[in-house]
C-alpha cells in the first residue's frame, strides 16, 4: 500500500515545491494565535525514543489547531510487552487515530507503518535515517534569517554519520543549491557522505569548512548510538569544537544552528551556545509553527 | 497407503526413457540430442536418438534441455524446531518445483543439528523428503564456535560437510582444528565469511546507498577478511577442504583465486540473488531484500558475473531462507536475514547469466550440476553416465514465466522476486528413477 497523502516520511523524495509551500505556510502559522484547522482530529504521537523538542512542539502544535493528543511511549505501553510496531500501528488506527507522528530507533520505521496503516504517518526521526521536520524548521530559521538559499553556504560540523538530522539538512538545502560542507574525522564525517546529494562536500579541517560560511550548524557526538565506535572525545574538542575564536573564521554575520540537545564543553562552549550569533532557542520556537504545517498538510489543510 | 502399496510406490520396477531432448552433462562432456534410459532409480543407458527401444513409460523431452539433477549446496530447510518457516516436507517440494533432485540442509535450527541423532532423525522417511536430502552438520557445538563437534561421528552417520552456517567459524584455533581435522576425513568444512566483530548491528552492505538509508553497513571487508584467513590456513593444511559459502565480495574472490591457483582444495559457491540484484535494488526497507551476506556493490556484481563465466565458480547455491511473514514484515534493522529461493534459482541463472550476460547454458548446467557435486563429493550424482543415480532435470531454457510467491510451494514467502518476469523453468523432475514434479 501507498503511504496516505500528507504523509512526510523524508526530504529526499520531497519536490523543492511542496517544501516552499510549507514553509510558506508555516510563516502563517502563529503559535499564540489558535487556528482550529484539525478541530476534533485525533494525533497520535507513538515515540520509541526519548525526545523533548520534537514531542513537545508537535504537541503544541497539534493542539494550538484544536486537535487532541495522545502520546504513547515505548516504556509504559505495549510496545514494553513485545507488540510489534505494525500491531501498534493497527492498534492506533483503531483506537481512532487521524496523523500518526512517529519517532523510532530504526530507520525505516515509519515506511513500514505508511506502508500498511491507511492515515497520514509524520517521520519524527527515524534511527540514522532522516528527521524532515527538524530540517524543515531548520530551513524556516535560516529562511527567516538569511531571506534566500542563493548563494549560502552550511558548515555542518560534528557527527554525521549518525545524525538523522544532517542526512534531512543535507537533502534540503541541496535542492535548493545550497553549497554544503560537512566537517568531522573520517569516523563520523566518511567520505561516502558526499554521494547524499548534489553540492556536498567532505573536509576534515575546521578552518576550511569555517571559511566564508553563513550558516554553521553543530553535531552532537551521539554516545547512545556509537555502537561500539571509539571516539577520543578530547582529541574531537581540541580539533572541533566550537568557540568564539574559531566562530571568527565564519562570515561575520554567520549564525549558528544546533538541532539539540546540546553538550555544553563539548562540540560547542557556553560562548557559543549563548553568544549572539546563536539561534538555537530560536530553532526551538520556529519548530511550533513548521510542525503546525507538517499537521495541517496531513489533513489536506494547507491553503 | 499400506506399507506394501508404499514400498511398491517407491521402488522404481519400471523403466523411464527421457527420449527427443538435447542432453547437457557437463561431467561427461555431452552437449547433444541424447535419450536417456533409467531403470532401477540408475541410469541404464544414454545414446543418441532413436537407438533405444522398449521401455515401460517415456517422457517427450523434444526442444528441452535434459541435465543431470540439479544440487543444491546451500538450503535452510528448518527443521528440527522451526516448522513454521518451512518443513522437510515444504521445502523439498520447492526444491523439486525448482528442478533440484538434491539439497544440503543448514545446521542451523532449534537445536542445532550437531549429533549423529538428529542427522539419523533428519534421514528417517517420516520427514517426508521428495528430493535427496544430504545433511551438513554443525562444525562446532551448539554452533557456538567453542568446540568442534565429533567429525568422525557425523561422518560417519552421513554428513557430508561440516558448517557452522548463519554464523563464522571466528576463533583462528578452532578453524585450524576443523580444516586438520577434516582433511584428516575429507570432509568439507563450509564457512559463513563474516567477521561479526565488524558487522554488530549492520542489515546491509555498506556503501553510499546504506549511508542514505541510515542503515549499518557491513563492508566487503568483513567477509574478505576471514575469507583470506581461511584460504591461508587451507593453504598450509595437508588436504584441507574449505568451502565459502555465498562469497559475494571481488575481494573475497581475489583471495579464493589466489588459493585455487595455489592448488589448495578451495571451492565456493554464489547466489543468484548476488548475481542479479545489488545493494542499489532495495527499496523502501522491504526486508525481502535482506540477506546475510546482503546484497552488494555493482562492482561486486561485475566480479561474480565474471567468475562464473571463466570457470572459477564451483557452485551456484540458494541459500533458501524461508521466513514466516511476522518475521519479515517489520523494521528493515529487526527483520530476520535470508529469502527464498529454490523456485527461481534455475530461471535467475537463464534470465540473467545466459540471456542478458551470454554464458552458455551448458556451464549453467554445470554450476548446478558436476560443480556441486564435485564440492562435496557427492558421487554417483552431478552426471548421467551410465550407472549414476537416476536423477534428472528436464528444463525449458526458453519458457517465459511470472514468478507468484503466493503459489510458492515453499511455506515462506520472502523473495524479492515475487512478479518477475523470468525465462527458464523445470518441466521435470527426477528423482532416482521417480518423477517427483512435472509442470
Not at chain 2, 523502501?284 to 540477506?291: C, P, T, W
Not at chain 2, 550407472?387 to 510458492?408: E, I, L, N, Q, Y
Not at chain 2, 518441466?427 to 521417480?434: D, E, F, L, S, W
Request: with cysteine; hydrophobic share 40%.
Amino acid at each position: 500500500m501507498n503511504p496516505a497523502r500528507g504523509s512526510l516520511l523524508g526530504i529526499e523524495h520531497l519536490e523543492a515545491t511542496e517544501i516552499l509551500r510549507l514553509l510558506k505556510f508555516a510563516r502563517r502559522m502563529n503559535p499564540d494565535k489558535p487556528r482550529p484547522l484539525l478541530k476534533g482530529k485525533r494525533v497520535l504521537l507513538l515515540f520509541y525514543e526519548a525526545s523533548t523538542r520534537t514531542r513537545s512542539s508537535f504537541e503544541i502544535a497539534a493542539k494550538t489547531m484544536g486537535a487532541h493528543t495522545v502520546l504513547i511511549q515505548a516504556s509504559g505501553s505495549s510496545i514494553e510487552k513485545g507488540e510489534s510496531l505494525l500491531d501498534t500501528g493497527y492498534t492506533v488506527r483503531a483506537v481512532g487515530a487521524d496523523i500518526i507522528v512517529i519517532r523510532h530507533p530504526n530507520a525505516g520505521a515509519p515506511y513500514i507503518m505508511a506502508q500498511h496503516i491507511d492515515v497520514p504517518v509524520i517521520n519524527a526521526g527515524d534511527g540514522l535515517h532522516e528527521h524532515p521536520s527538524q530540517a524543515l524548521l531548520d530551513a524556516y530559521t535560516i529562511l527567516r534569517n538569511k531571506k534566500t538559499f542563493k548563494g549560502l553556504q552550511i558548515a555542518i560540523v560534528g557527527d554525521i554519520f549518525h545524525s538523522r538530522v544532517a542526512r534531512s539538512a543535507c537533502h534540503l538545502l541541496s535542492k535548493f543549491g545550497v553549497k554544503i560542507i560537512l566537517c568531522g574525522p573520517p569516523e563520523l564525517a566518511p567520505d561516502i557522505a558526499t554521494t547524499l546529494a548534489p553540492g556536498v562536500r567532505v573536509t576534515r579541517h575546521i578552518d576550511d569548512a569555517l571559511r566564508g560560511t553563513d550558516v554553521v550548524m553543530l553535531l552532537r557526538v551521539q554516545k547512545e548510538r556509537l555502537s561500539g565506535l571509539k571516539i577520543d572525545l578530547p582529541e574531537y574538542i581540541a580539533r572541533y569544537q566550537m568557540n568564539p575564536a574559531r566562530l571568527k573564521m565564519a562570515k561575520k554575520d554567520a549564525i549558528v544552528m544546533h538541532p539539540g540537545p546540546i553538550i555544553r564543553g563539548l562540540e560547542l562552549t557556553s560562548e557559543i551556545a549563548d553568544g549572539a550569533q546563536s539561534r538555537i532557542l530560536e530553532e526551538v520556537r520556529y519548530g511550533v509553527p513548521t510542525r503546525m504545517a507538517i499537521l495541517a498538510r496531513a489533513m489536506g489543510k494547507m491553503r | 497407503m499400506t506399507s506394501t502399496e508404499k514400498n511398491r510406490a517407491n521402488r522404481p520396477t519400471t523403466t523411464l526413457l527421457i527420449k527427443g531432448g538435447h542432453l547437457i552433462d557437463p561431467a561427461a562432456r555431452i552437449d547433444a540430442p541424447m535419450d536417456v534410459l533409467l531403470k532401477d532409480g540408475r541410469v541404464a543407458e544414454v545414446a543418441p536418438p532413436h537407438k533405444i527401444k522398449g521401455a515401460d513409460e517415456k517422457f517427450d523431452a523434444r526442444g528441452l534441455i535434459v541435465a543431470p539433477g540439479f544440487i543444491d549446496l546451500h538450503v535452510h530447510l528448518r527443521e528440527p524446531g522451526q516448522t513454521h518457516k518451512e518443513t522437510i516436507a515444504t521445502g523439498t517440494a520447492a526444491a523439486a518445483a525448482g528442478g533440484f533432485t538434491s539439497v544440503c540442509t543448514m545446521p542451523n535450527t532449534a537445536p542445532v543439528v550437531d549429533s549423529v541423532e538428529w542427522i539419523e532423525w533428519l534421514r528417517q522417511p517420516e520427514r517426508g523428503a521428495i528430493v535427496n536430502v544430504f545433511v551438513i552438520a554443525a562444525a562446532t557445538r551448539a554452533s557456538k564456535g567453542v568446540t568442534l563437534t565429533d567429525f568422525r561421528a557425523l561422518h560417519t552417520a552421513g554428513a557430508i560437510a561440516v558448517t557452522d552456517d548463519g554464523k563464522p567459524i571466528l576463533d583462528d584455533a578452532i578453524m585450524r582444528e576443523a580444516l586438520v581435522l577434516g582433511g584428516e576425513l575429507n570432509f568439507p568444512v563450509v564457512q559463513h565469511a563474516e567477521d561479526t566483530r565488524m558487522t554488530e548491528n549492520c542489515s546491509m552492505h555498506a556503501g553510499a546507498r546504506s549511508f542514505r538509508l541510515g542503515l549499518r553497513g557491513m563492508t566487503a571487508a568483513a567477509e574478505a577478511s576471514i575469507v583470506e584467513r581461511d584460504v591461508q590456513l587451507a593453504m598450509h593444511i595437508p588436504n584441507a577442504r574449505l568451502h565459502v559459502a555465498h562469497l559475494s565480495t571481488a575481494d573475497a574472490l581475489k583471495s579464493v583465486r589466489r588459493g585455487k591457483r595455489a592448488k589448495a582444495r578451495v571451492t565456493f559457491e554464489v547466489t543468484p540473488h548476488h548475481f542479479t540484484l545489488t545493494d542499489e535494488d532495495m527499496r523502501d526497507y522491504d526486508s525481502n531484500y535482506k540477506m546475510n551476506p546482503p546484497l552488494r556493490s555493482a562492482s561486486d556484481l561485475e566480479a561474480i558475473l565474471a567468475a562464473l563465466a571463466d570457470g572459477t565458480v564451483d557452485a551456484i547455491a540458494t541459500d533458501h531462507a524461508p521466513h514466516a511473514a511476522h518475521e519479515k514484515e517489520m523494521e528493515f534493522e529487526g527483520a530476520a536475514f535470508g529469502i527464498t529461493g529454490l523456485e527461481t534459482a534455475l530461471a535467475l541463472a537463464i534470465t540473467r547469466l545466459h540471456r542478458e550476460k551470454r554464458i552458455p547454458v551448458a556451464r549453467i548446467v554445470e554450476l548446478f550440476t558436476a560443480g556441486p557435486a564435485r564440492c562435496f563429493d557427492l558421487r554417483g550424482r552431478g552426471s548421467l553416465v551410465r550407472g549414476s543415480v537416476g536423477d534428472v532435470t528436464v528444463f525449458d531454457p526458453k519458457k517465459k514465466w511470472t514468478f507468484d510467491a503466493a503459489k510458492s510451494r515453499s511455506k515462506s514467502k520472502n523473495t524479492p522476486f515475487d512478479g518477475w518476469q523470468l525465462t527458464g523453468k523445470a518441466v521435470a523432475t527426477i528423482v532416482a528413477g521417480k518423477m517427483v514434479y512435472s509442470g
